[in-house]
């Protein structure tokens, strides 16, 4: 039985939670974080995870947080050929996708999360947010013109690189902000919307 510790609404809870409902994993969750149980800080939380942050994946006597981190390991241990790649070649373009989706997709348009979902109107930056618009149509371009000759990242089916593209894409079409029209960004996130384990975890309001 796997435990994860993380609140549902959380972008990096839900890329753990999303591979575990691909996988058809047995799992508790527990609620932690903003929100929720703020225990991020304490000793017994710390001790899990030394950043205090969420998600925290504990399997057996394993103890693994970072969320890509996660879902690299869930693949590995439980979907060889699946979720995780055969070959390094495959593995390596998962892996650059989920690595660009930590070093530059998430930073293009979180902030606009932050601004819109989480700031009082009457407080909100949007000078910050028109910033992200153009940020995340950029980003978000180069995503749309690798998708452009397959249907998931790494080819014809899903593997762990399109986890924590699919829970950003989520986040930026639910986002009231302009956006581009990009074809084969919204095929491959159409295609993400079919699976129950998306609409479950990823496909939940924005709070
Ligand atoms: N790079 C880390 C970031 C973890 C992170 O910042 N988690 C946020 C939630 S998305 C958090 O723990 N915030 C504090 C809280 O929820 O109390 C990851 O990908 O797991």
Known sequence: MLTLYGRPNSLNVQKAMWAIGELGLAHERIDIGRGHREEGGTPWFRALNPNGKVPVLVDGDRVIWESNAIVRYLAAQYDPGGLWPETA???????????????????????????????????????????????????????????????????????????????????????????????????????????????????????
Not at 147 to 167: H, K, Y
């Open 89 to 207: 070649g495959e593995r390596g373009e998962a892996d650059q996708w989920m690595d660009w989706q930590q070093t530059a997709l998430l930073s293009s348009f979180n902030p606009a999360f932050w601004q819109l979902i989480r700031t009082p109107e009457a407080d909100r930056d949007l000078d910050l947010v028109a910033r992200c618009e153009a940020a995340s149509d950029q980003a978000f371009s180069l995503l749309d013109q690798a998708l452009e000759a397959r249907a998931f990242i790494s080819g014809d089916r899903l593997t762990m690189g399109d986890i924590p593209l699919g829970v950003c894409a989520y986040r930026w079409y639910q986002l009231p902000m302009r956006r581009c029209d990009l074809p084969n960004v919204a095929a491959w996130y159409a295609r993400l919307t079919e699976r129950p384990a998306f609409r479950q975890h990823v496909m939940i309001p924005l709070t």
